[in-house]
């Protein structure tokens, strides 16, 4: 899969640093169908807007996003510089502003986890497999879309419930993300505005004890995405799929992290998703990247890949479920590398059991 990836990615949308001869700012040339012939941003902003099916309201706004899109694809070289083992490049992001992009797709409502939050065992990690990749073993549902909202925190707390309860019941059922938008007010008392807070942000853990104290999660067939927190909550207790017995945070060892992932299922896991907005493929592993948190995602594996050629050696990497849908990133996951905290991918993890119920 990885070598057709990247054969259609080389074909696809490959970018390089080039020059115009008076001097001006660097452009980037998007190679497409094997035409390398050298583009301008007005190109490549007409090839955004028919790929993505982008209109705007008025000349003027049309105009602003331009504007805003020739800005984003000197930000994509300067990422590409500072994480060059990743592709970088234009994604359906690429007319927001990183305030735009921050508030209309992330949502991660606070920092740091409870004072008195569970912690999980300590596992033994002599034994763990050196691939590993839940996917492989029917415990991930497909890609999701979060849409213009900020509800990543409730993909991934269903995400995390989804594969718990796979592992309980051996079925897998997709959860609905909506019930926790519209239903889940869970707060922090020692944190003032801390609440989960549908589009405007919430916490897994926050997710998890709302779960707990509501009975459980619906079927998203039986409560569908609609992408908004302007609904009433339709949460019906006789049509619980999925409950949790008990959930923790995961020590910010790798080992560990690693060994409650092969142990319980993925895991629900924080990160900052800045180079994630111009992410299009391959591993990323920037040499500086901002620790505070504001996405939710899931961690499904971890592997190794040569993705390093001036190096030639192996090097680890966690692949994490997105919400942003398939079109994003490789089919809807991002791969980042294991081994320094990279974006705090380690700082907020939890995991999470399910009750042993059956929804048939």
Known sequence: MNHSFFLSLSLSLLFVSVFSSDGADPLIRQVIDGDDARLGAEDHFSAFKIRFGKTYS???EHDYRFKVFNANLRRAKRH????????????RFSDLTPSEFRNSVLGLRRLRLPSDANKAPILPTDNLP???????????????????????????TNGALEGAHFLSTGELVSLSEQQLVDCDHECDPDEPGSCDSGCNGGLMNSAFEYILKSGGVMREKDYPYSGTDCGTCKFDKTKIAASVANFSVVSLDENQIAANLVKNGPLAVAINAVFMQTYIGGVSCPYICSKHLDHGVLLVGYGSDAYAPIRMKEKPYWIIKNSWGENWGEN????????????????????????HTSTT
């Not at 050196?130 to 409730?154: E, L």
């Open 332 to 355: 809807g996951y991002y791969k980042i590398c294991r081994g320094r905290n990279i974006c705090g991918v380690d700082s907020m993890v939890s995991t999470v059991a399910a009750v």
């Open 130 to 156: 050196n691939d590993f990749d839940w996917r492989d073993h029917g415990a991930v549902t497909p890609v999701k879309n979060q849409g213009s909202c900020g509800s990543c925190w409730s993909f991934s």
């Open 80 to 91: 590409q510089n500072m994480d060059p083992s990743a592709t970088h490049g234009v994604t």
């Open 58 to 60: 008025s000349e003027a």
